[in-house]
């Protein structure tokens, strides 16, 4: 990773989702996150993820990841909570810190809108890339989800 490379957010917008659709993970990866493109139509038909924000992770203006994320959880408008329901690095750019650079920003934009003082994730606890990425920034497993995701939280 460069020292001057620049990482930073940004809408997902129709100059971008071409790049963000066209990102992958690494085959290991393919049973616990969905495809970009499927998790963008989900929240645009699902009365649940309506309400979702979308961004791009852009190094020195190439998208390199995404991430999906919602005030509140399913179906209830949480003024006091966050939830990301994604976030994935492009598998070319994994292991070259630009994931917890984009975590970083990520969370200094949700605590921006002045909303929440806290922000879950869910993960399969068999996903160990994303258990060590998500403790090594601070959160903290705090129980599991009906469907087996392990719920880990960080206050902001």
């Keep these: 990773m460069s020292t001057k490379m620049l990482v930073k ?14 990102l992958e993970i690494k085959e290991e990866q393919k049973k616990y996150i969905e495809s970009n493109v499927y998790t963008i139509a989900e929240s ?3 009365k649940y993820f309506h309400l979702t924000h979308h961004r791009a992770v852009c190094v ?3 998208v390199v990841g995404f991430v999906q994320y919602q005030f509140g959880e399913i ?14 690095i492009d598998r070319r750019h994994q ?7 984009a975590m970083g920003l990520l969370l200094k934009e949700i605590k921006a ?16 890339p994303a258990k ?11 129980g599991v989800r009906e469907d087996g995701n392990v719920i880990a939280e960080i206050m902001l």
């Design 132 to 142: 060590k990425l998500y403790a090594r920034l601070g959160f903290k497993e705090n």
């Design 60 to 62: 020195d203006e190439k």
């Design 9 to 22: 957010l940004a809408e997902v917008v129709r100059d971008n989702f071409n790049d963000v659709i066209e």
């Design 113 to 128: 809108h002045d909303r929440c003082n806290l922000v879950d994730v869910y993960y399969d606890p068999k996903n160990k």
């Design 44 to 46: 645009t038909v699902s």
């Design 75 to 88: 179906g209830e408008l949480d003024e006091h909570e966050c939830t990301i329901w994604r976030f994935m």
């Design 95 to 101: 292991n070259t810190g630009i994931g917890k650079i």
